[in-house]
């Protein structure tokens, strides 16, 4: 089935050239001059994709994309709108427009827009994504971001692949061993056990033993035969935290786990055989060779058949206040009326890095619940790490912003050139705090020349 698009839009040039340049990608084109039009089109034809002028014979865009959206929220609309129009602009992404353009339209930004909007579409109709959120008995995998949708796409291929060897990696708290449990949990291999063990807290000769276990004898004071979690956890998933600090010695062994599924225990001349996942996590980043000086090349590549990289929660572009609302949620914050985050509270939460990621968002949150009296949580509950960065931006702010009046651009450029200062460089965060789509921040980078 080809894509399909409606354009709503007074001007027929624009409404033309639109129009040729979808159908030249494959796309089914339809056009309208006025909302009454566009309207009935979009019913009719139901088009996954609304190009939506801002100023109409019969209103305003804005009007339109509430009622688009009332009745088919799953559309994606891209809004056109002059530069005078910038506030409706934010106006209409707070009231889910995908994305927005200014006139004229900069035919490359246009295609990019289009593509992600399709591409999000596409991945928020995945049924895959719902079966994480509510299917097994590990779920909470909470977030809507782009970055996340992709997470929770291919958790689900590994889910069905109950074979595959898992890596995942991600800084410390990006919620590794959540997503290693999730996987488990939606996988054929559920109601077998998930057993974990973290190779950087035991001793190499312990943790070979607590591995693969050790027969009677092995070593003086092993006075009974002893199954190693490989047997235990026959039918199910072994999971390997810290798998960088793996010692040289035992890679070979884990290799052979995977590569044959046979092992020895401990002092054992007999070939045990087993059937379980073996799933490893890393906050190492060891993709970079320099990183793996001490890790068997074979091993590596055989644990990163399929790796699931969890990003940074500073890069998740929406998820940090569904996050936050999520554990406000789980927390004793109902039992004290504390039922929500206050505004300012939640710009502080935005503004911040998250070097902890979401289990540092996590301590925040009921720590915070902890010293509010209801009801609501407010900048005061907050630790001051977080308060210090954004009054020193907001005090930066203040004394480089141009004081004489000047163009409307001048000053989206100044603001644009601050906040990505702010996120230090992170567009997902400055698009954020800036509330508009990643994609328009690139544009509006490119045409400021801030790139
Ligand atoms: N997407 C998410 N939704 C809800 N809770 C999450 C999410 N990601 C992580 N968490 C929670 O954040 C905390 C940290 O996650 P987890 O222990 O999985 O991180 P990790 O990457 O294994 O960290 P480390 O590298 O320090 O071991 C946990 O309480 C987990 O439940
Ligand atoms: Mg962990």
Known sequence: MPHSVLIIDDEETIRKSLGYLFAAKGFSVSAAATIAEGLKLAWAARPELVILDNRLPDGTGLQALEMIKAEQ????????????????????????????????????????????????????KENLVLKMRHGGSHTGVIGNSREIHKILLIMGLLAENPDTTVMITGESGTGKELAART?????????????????????????????????????????????????VADGGTVFLDEIAELSINLQPKLL???????FRRVGGTRDIKVDVRIMAATNKDLSNPENRKNFREDLYYRLCVMPV????????????????RYFLSQSAAIKKNITEISEDCEGYLLAYSWPGNIRELRNVIERAVILSQGPAITPEHLPHELLEKKEHAVREERADYPSAPCSLDRLEKEHIKKTMDFSRGNQSLAARLLGISRSTLINKLKKYNLL
């Open 256 to 262: 052979r786990v995977i590569e044959t599924k046979t």
């Open 183 to 231: 996987i488990h949990s939606l996988s054929a291999r559920k109601d077998r056990p998930f057993l974990d063990i973290n190779c950087a807290s035991l001793s190499e000769h312990l943790l070979e033993s607590e591995l693969f276990g050790h027969e009677r004898g092995a070593y003086t004071d092993a006075k009974e035969m002893k199954k190693g979690l490989l047997e």
């Open 73 to 124: 929220p799953d559309i994606m609309v891209i809004m056109l709108t002059g530069y005078a129009n910038l506030p409706d602009a934010v106006q209409a992404m707070r009231k889910g427009a995908y994305d927005y353009l200014t006139k004229p339209v900069d035919i490359d930004a246009l295609e990019i827009a289009a593509e992600r909007a399709l591409e999000t579409q596409g991945l928020k």
């Open 309 to 324: 990289h969890m990003p940074p929660l500073r890069a998740r572009e929406n998820d940090v206040l569904d996050l936050a």
